[in-house]
């Protein structure tokens, strides 16, 4: 039963730099590697040493209280590096491809004809497990857990970000294999959210799988929104969710027999001199993509992922294991003399207190200033415009800064990760780290009620 | 601008933790981030930040309180000379200038006293000076009367500061609007100087008032039973009050503007004026012979504070209702207590101030009762779709 969802609340904010429909191989990155820190709450275990050969689908790493979830290479190579942090917390594990496109091979079949178990087994031992994330909390999925139902959001409404109908045209058959892998792990039902848009597109026409169409401003794409429409989270409950970036990997996994990780990203912001689409892989090193496709006009900010919950990087880190984008904005770091009292033609803001309010159609320019001092929750009514859910968001932020984890639990925080309140972080005119509070509270939540 | 911005640049590391002028951090920090916005970007959380800030917000509200204020200026001239009988002779500017004069001053003693215990407590509590007194420091002289001394305008302001907010922990922490408290304290501490029907006309220099001039504000007049008020002056705002009340026009520009760009909240407004509306229909209803009580009901919306308490002093966000269903609750609510308080009790003749200072009170159990409304919707969908 199909059903249509339409909200009023939300921001498009309008960037300058979006993609066009143009697709090119990114220029051949030098390494690769995996991230631990790209996995929330993740503590890892190394399987491998320096200097040792992998092929695509060895695993690198475990977790360390799911031994059984493995994180595999991309490629096949040389583990050139380990690079460690602060108290030898492992931050990447550097793969050099040797261009022989080894791999492990795993057994081509019909997901249909697998058993719930088999199909875990064969998601685990590929490392395309860690690609399911669990609501709540929006952590790892832990596979001896049955959810409730899978979510998939086919299409991303975040600013810039890309067209799902353009860099998955090509994969409609590995969609649907891994859709028919996924019904399998729920007992519940697959559901997949598009928009009006894609009425006609490759996701319309998906089978074994509930379609709704959700219509609105951002975060209309998040899988979150979704989940509170249909199948709202509360105690107790688990639902995973996959991006269908995932779901490719895992039609193409049992369809090819291999861990086939490559992937079309988009390269936007105002920054770059032409924003399009490219073909890499995940993990990808950056440096050679990045070198000569930004203006280098201004002092530039890398972000891996959108500008509202991206992950900041410098020109030669590595694509995060779940970003489909990579974005250049101006860092912005300068005074600007009484720029408060402006008429503010040029500055884009959710308010109507800006010159901007009268030019809708026009895109803007945002840089990663943040335009003014931190303070205590003053406005009020603020948040809730950006936020198509039942919810009180401060209430339930100040439910998180007071540590009351009853209250928590009743205003919702279960139904929420990051994702869902970035806008309110941009919006805010007190500056309150929304994201961060946030994800305090989920904290709080996951090592107290687990 | 540039060698400004250096100063301050070259200044910082001295009013740094551990440097010699620490204890003008936050004075530092309020004029350096009143003249240049900060570079500071985005460590953690959204790369990219709305243009609105704090000093956007207050600017704007502070905009929208300058039609008022500027009208309040002539009318503080204009009753001045027309107690003189003098209104045909007096011109357009030498009316305004004499309310400038006169009101210029109790800005100035305001500003000054309220933003020097701002940034003392400030620099006490390490944090930044909060934007929310520019607003509180042109609120409270527009809700005087223009013959209040300045000192007693310094001690309320002062009262209010201290009392009212420091104590609870600063802005966004106040339990009740500061203007209305600097008032309130006035009220009940000089209570002749707020009342009566001489404090609202700026009388020095003036022996003997014109022939039947009485300097009563219409409410007061209304409260005794004369309720033959000009309503397009009250409209114009050329009636006695306090400074920033009486032009209703004035009130609705900048009403406009708040609810243009969002900053004010309209359910407040719209929900206050609705509430005085209905209050004043029951009175209608039940009132015989009472001829204040028989005061055609939207005749109030043009005397005393009600506008000016609904688009200004019920729509402060901090001790309003949070909630947009507590916003209506709690605005109707001003508007009925409002006019009850205004009519029926004789001891105070206009009621905006009480009834707003106690729904300020009430607005966290308002608040409650809607968060506990969603929780329970919430809880009643987990259950329906279990």
Redesign the interface.
């Known amino acids: 039963m199909s059903k249509h969802f339409k909200f009023k609340r939300g921001l498009d904010?309008r960037?300058k730099g979006a993609a066009e429909a143009v697709l090119k191989d990114a220029p051949v990155s030098g390494t690769v590697a995996l991230k631990p820190t790209d996995f929330f709450g993740l503590v890892p275990k190394l399987s491998v040493k320096a200097d040792a050969q992998v092929k695509a689908g060895d695993a690198l790493f475990f977790d360390k209280y799911h031994p059984e979830i493995l994180f595999t290479s991309p490629v096949s190579g040389t583990v050139k590096a380990i690079n460690r942090g602060e108290r030898r917390k492992i931050l990447e594990i550097v793969i050099e491809p040797n261009g022989k496109n080894e791999f492990r091979a795993f057994p081509v079949v019909d997901p249909l004809t697998q058993s719930r178990e088999e199909i875990i087994r064969l998601l685990l031992e590929s490392g395309i497990w860690p690609n399911i994330i669990q609501r709540p909390y929006g952590i790892l999925a832990n596979p001896s857990i049955t959810p409730k139902h899978i979510f998939i959001s086919g299409f991303d409404s975040a600013?810039l970000a890309p067209d799902y109908e353009f860099i998955f045209k090509n994969d409609q058959a590995a969609l649907q294999t891994g859709i028919n892998a996924l019904s399998k792990l729920t007992d519940g039902s697959v559901y997949l959210g598009i928009s009006p848009k894609q009425a006609n597109g490759i996701f319309a026409s998906l089978k074994n799988v509930t379609v709704n169409t959700f219509e609105g401003p951002h975060p209309a794409g998040n899988v979150g929104v979704h989940i509170h429409h249909v199948?709202?989270l509360?105690k107790g409950d688990t639902i995973w969710t996959v991006s269908p970036q995932a779901v490719v990997f895992i039609g193409r996994l049992f369809k090819e027999g291999k861990l086939n990780v490559t992937k079309i990203i988009t390269l936007a912001g105002s920054e770059v001199k032409k924003p399009q689409y490219y073909k890499t892989i995940v993990g990808a090193e950056l440096t050679n993509l990045l070198s000569n496709t930004t203006k280098k006009e201004t002092h530039e900010?890398y972000?891996s992922g959108n500008?509202?919950?991206?992950t900041?990087i410098d020109p030669d880190d590595y694509l995060g294991f779940f970003d489909q984008m990579i974005?250049v904005?101006p860092?912005?770091?300068?005074?600007?003399?009484?720029?408060?009292?402006l008429p503010?033609k040029d500055?884009?803001?959710?308010?109507?207190?800006?010159l901007s309010a009268l030019f809708p159609q026009k895109e803007y320019v945002?840089?990663?200033?943040?335009?003014?001092?931190?303070?205590?929750?003053?406005?009020?009514?603020q948040y809730?415009q950006f936020l198509p859910m039942?919810?009180?968001p401060?209430?339930l932020l100040k439910a998180v800064l007071t540590n009351d984890i009853d209250r928590m639990e009743?205003?919702?925080i279960y139904e929420v990760i990051?994702e869902d309140l970035?806008l309110c972080?941009?919006?805010?005119?007190?500056?309150i780290?929304?994201?961060?509070i946030l994800r305090e509270g989920l904290n709080i939540m996951m090592k107290e009620v687990g | 601008m540039k060698a400004l911005k250096n100063f301050f640049e070259k200044t910082k590391p001295y009013v740094e933790k551990g440097g010699r002028y620490h204890w003008l951090h936050s004075t530092h920090d309020a004029f350096f981030t009143f003249l240049f916005v900060p570079k500071n970007t985005s460590k953690s959380g959204t790369h990219i930040h709305d243009y609105i800030d704090m000093k956007r917000t207050m600017s704007i509200v502070v905009l929208s309180l300058v039609p008022a204020l500027l009208f309040g200026m002539y009318n503080v001239g204009y009753q001045h000379f027309g107690a003189l009988g003098q209104t045909d002779t007096a011109g357009f500017t030498e009316m305004f200038l004499f309310g400038l004069m006169k009101v210029l001053p109790i800005i100035i003693v305001t500003y000054v006293v309220g933003l020097g215990i701002e940034f003392i407590f400030a620099q006490f509590r390490g944090h930044d000076v909060n934007e929310g007194f520019l607003v509180t420091g042109i609120l409270i002289p527009m809700v005087m009367p223009v013959t209040t001394p300045l000192w007693m305008i310094a001690v309320s302001t002062a009262f209010s500061v201290i009392f009212c907010k420091e104590v609870f922990g600063g802005t966004g922490m106040n339990v009740w609007n500061p203007a209305l408290v600097a008032r309130a304290f006035l009220f009940f501490a000089y209570p002749a100087q707020i009342s009566g029907d001489t404090v609202w006309i700026s009388a020095s220099g003036i022996g003997k008032m014109a022939d039947g001039f009485t300097g009563a504000t219409p409410m007061a007049k209304a409260a005794m039973g004369d309720t033959s008020f000009d309503l397009w002056n009250a409209f114009i705002g050329l009636i006695p009050g306090s400074i920033g009340e009486t032009s209703k026009l004035a009130i609705l520009i900048g009403a406009f503007i708040l609810i243009i760009t969002g900053i004010g909240s309209w359910r407040i407004m719209v929900s206050t004026l609705l509430g005085a509306l209905f209050m004043g229909l029951l009175l209608n209803t039940v009132a015989g012979d009472n001829s204040y009580m028989a005061l055609p009901f939207w005749h109030h919306l043009f005397i005393g504070g009600l506008m000016f308490g609904a688009v200004f002093m019920a729509t402060d966000p901090v001790s309003a209702a949070q909630t947009a269903k507590g916003k209506w609750i709690y605005g109707f609510l001003i508007g009925v207590l409002a006019i009850m308080i205004r009519v029926i009790n004789p001891a105070y003749p206009e009621g905006v101030m009480m009834a707003i200072l106690l729904m300020n009170t009430f607005a966290p159990l308002i608040d409650y009762f809607v968060v506990q409304g969603n929780i329970k919707r919430r809880l009643k969908r987990a259950n329906v779709k279990a």
């Not at chain 1, 972080?425 to 500056?431: N, R, V, W």
């Not at chain 1, 780290?433 to 961060?436: A, D, I, N, R, S």
Request: net charge negative.
């Open positions: 904010i960037l600013p199948s709202p509360f900010r972000i500008v509202l919950t991206g900041k974005t904005i860092e912005g770091d300068e005074y600007e003399p009484l720029g408060w009292a503010g500055k884009f803001s959710a308010s109507k207190t800006f945002l840089t990663a200033n943040i335009h003014g001092g931190e303070r205590a929750f003053v406005l009020t009514g809730e039942d919810l009180l401060v209430y009743q205003l919702g990051e970035a972080e941009f919006a805010d005119t007190s500056k780290k929304v994201q961060e």
